[in-house]
């Protein structure tokens, strides 16, 4: 069964940070591309950041450029979005997506696989 297990979330002042986990298990996703995605109250999910399969490309929504970063170990079957400078408008349920390609390419073939997503509140 494959799983994805999103951790990290949790309620931060606005300034501060946060690093979400994503554990993968039940497939070998060290050849494929994953990725974030955020769904905020009343709003559709929407595309946070990819990597591709080693870690050497990334993708990020504009929204976030500068701000997350995302980063992978294969060896830990783990990915990464660390977020800095959080705002109001980052609070959403973050959720772990996985692909069955290596590399990125848009949104519906990166979100194959889907976490069940972990809650980010950002306080003013």
């Known amino acids: 069964q494959v799983q994805l297990v999103e951790s990290g979330g949790g309620l931060v002042q606005a300034g501060g940070s946060l690093r979400l986990s994503c554990v993968t298990s039940?497939?070998?996703?060290?050849?494929?591309?994953m990725g974030w995605f955020r769904q905020a109250p009343g709003k559709e999910r929407e595309f946070v950041a990819a990597?591709?399969?080693?870690?050497?490309?990334?993708t990020y929504a504009r929204f976030v450029k500068g701000r997350f970063t995302i980063s992978r170990d294969n060896a830990q079957n783990t990915v990464n979005l660390q977020m800095n400078a959080l705002k109001p408008e980052d609070t959403a349920v973050y959720y772990c997506?996985?692909?069955?390609?290596?590399?990125?390419?848009?949104?519906?073939?990166?979100?194959?696989?889907w976490g069940q997503g972990t809650q980010v509140t950002v306080s003013s």
């Open positions: 039940g497939r070998t996703f060290s050849n494929s591309a």
């Open positions: 997506a996985g692909a069955r390609e290596p590399y990125y390419s848009n949104t519906d073939r990166l979100s194959y696989y």
């Open positions: 990597i591709n399969w080693s870690g050497s490309d990334t």
